[in-house]
């Protein structure tokens, strides 16, 4: 059985929030991911399911540097049945500031015959920074 636009996004929160779904087994074969707003040092895009896999796995690490307590997901219809606009937030601890965080990210998804073809993540190079810690190295790295 074929899965809705929405039900994909929420095997998305789901995996943000680690549950045991891997990101990439939503993906087309040949889908795409997209970071618009990719701070240096980061793609702006993965083509196919293989490289959102393989730097997905590879970033996986980075994960440990908080503790996610929950994840919240708006889901917003538009006039293309294939796509829709997700709000995902999470919260939680932070072990590379020490303290709570909260980040919010907008995802523009489409979705064909139950999987993602094209994901255009948008979110925010310098929350991101902070989230994983890593400020001073976006400052640096635009300072170059």
């Not at 899965?3 to 891997?22: F, I, L, N, W």
């Not at 087994?25 to 993965?46: K, Q």
């Not at 932070?94 to 139950?114: K, M």
């Amino acid at each position: 059985m074929s899965r809705s636009p929405r039900e994909v996004v929420d095997q998305v929160r789901r995996m943000v929030a680690g549950e045991g779904v891997t990101f990439a087994d939503l993906f087309a074969v040949d889908g795409v991911l997209r970071y618009p707003f990719a701070p240096p040092g980061m793609p702006r895009e993965l083509n196919g399911q293989d490289e959102i896999r393989a730097y997905h796995g590879a970033a996986s690490g980075r994960r440990a540097m908080f503790e996610i307590e929950d994840v919240d997901v708006v889901v917003r219809e538009t006039d293309d049945p294939e796509v829709v606009v997700a709000e995902i937030e999470h919260h939680g601890h932070s072990h590379a500031t020490g303290g709570p965080y909260r980040f919010r990210a907008l995802g523009v998804i489409r979705v064909r015959d139950g999987q993602i073809v094209e994901y255009d993540d948008y979110m925010d190079p310098i929350a991101t920074a902070a989230l994983l810690g890593r400020t001073p190295d976006l400052v640096a790295a635009l300072a170059s």
